[in-house]
């Protein structure tokens, strides 16, 4: 009896996994952008996703970003064409993806790689207007070690969140929902807190922007490569939860009325 028990019970919690599992797998993806499609040396800009239907747009006009594979400063994981944005000193430049986000109650955007090249820094954020703000995003400030990382709110004021040793990271990733955005390094939480978005009037984040800002007397550059935007529909997170919890339940269940049949003997 203890067996069937055993194997009842087995089966039950891994019933309950393999549900939580399964239908955390229908995570939507939206776009991917893999700067694979276009011609080396040639803008981005105007063109669209290679992996969805939004096209590339340059808030300031500037128009300072194009695909590439030649630079030798980059990290020797960029094995394949990617983007390149090049700033002059004391100058800076923005743009982002065309694509509306804000009818998404939850979103991840992901970065594959990035790559800062010298003085100055580099700027992350969901924003509902104002592009070209810096406010509400993640900086990445160069360093003589590596990068400071800080969020800047609203008002301008920067929070240090964390260092790191080297100017290439894998896995960047900003965890949006309406109102708040959290980063992420390969997986792992690297902001504790989840940020306010660029927002007027309570508005929702509808765009994903990205920004550099070269120093006053040096020439910067952003290397970027494989962008995507993840959506898990609520009504799926929820059943993964809803089955999750009854899997539990029932395990419990079973396991009381072994030890109470146990007891009984």
């Not at 360093?143 to 960047?172: C, E, M, W």
Request: glycine share 10%; charged share 10%; with cysteine.
């Amino acid at each position: 009896m203890n067996l069937i028990h055993h194997v009842k019970n087995a089966a039950i919690l891994t019933l309950a996994c393999v549900v939580i599992g399964s239908l955390s797998a229908h995570a939507q993806t939206i776009l991917t952008e893999t700067f694979n499609t276009g011609t080396a040396g040639t803008t981005f800009i105007g063109k669209t996703v290679s992996g969805g239907g939004a096209a590339w747009v340059d808030a300031t006009g500037k128009n300072e970003v194009s695909y590439t594979n030649r630079y030798a400063n980059a990290s020797g994981n960029f094995t394949s064409q990617y983007a390149n944005l090049f700033v002059l000193a004391g100058a800076s430049d923005a743009f982002y993806v065309n694509y509306d986000l804000s009818s998404l109650a939850a979103f991840t955007v992901n970065i594959g790689q990035i790559q800062i090249t010298s003085a100055g820094s580099c700027y992350l954020g969901a924003r509902e207007t104002s592009l070209t703000s810096t406010y509400c995003t993640y900086q990445f400030a160069y360093t003589a070690t590596g990068l400071n990382i800080s969020y800047v709110d609203s008002a301008g004021a920067l929070t240090l969140v964390g260092t790191t040793t080297t100017r290439y990271l894998t896995n960047v990733s900003l965890l949006v929902t309406d109102t708040t955005q959290q980063l992420y390094i390969n997986g792992t939480a690297f902001d504790s807190i989840a940020r306010a978005t660029q927002a007027v009037a309570g508005g929702t984040a509808q765009y994903f922007g990205i920004d550099v800002t070269a120093s006053a007397s040096v020439n910067t550059g952003l290397y970027l490569d494989t962008i995507t935007y993840t959506v898990v529909p609520e009504p799926v997170a929820a059943l993964s939860m809803g089955m999750g919890l009854i899997g539990l339940a029932l395990y419990d269940r079973a396991s009381k009325r072994r030890k109470t049949e146990s007891f009984n003997k």
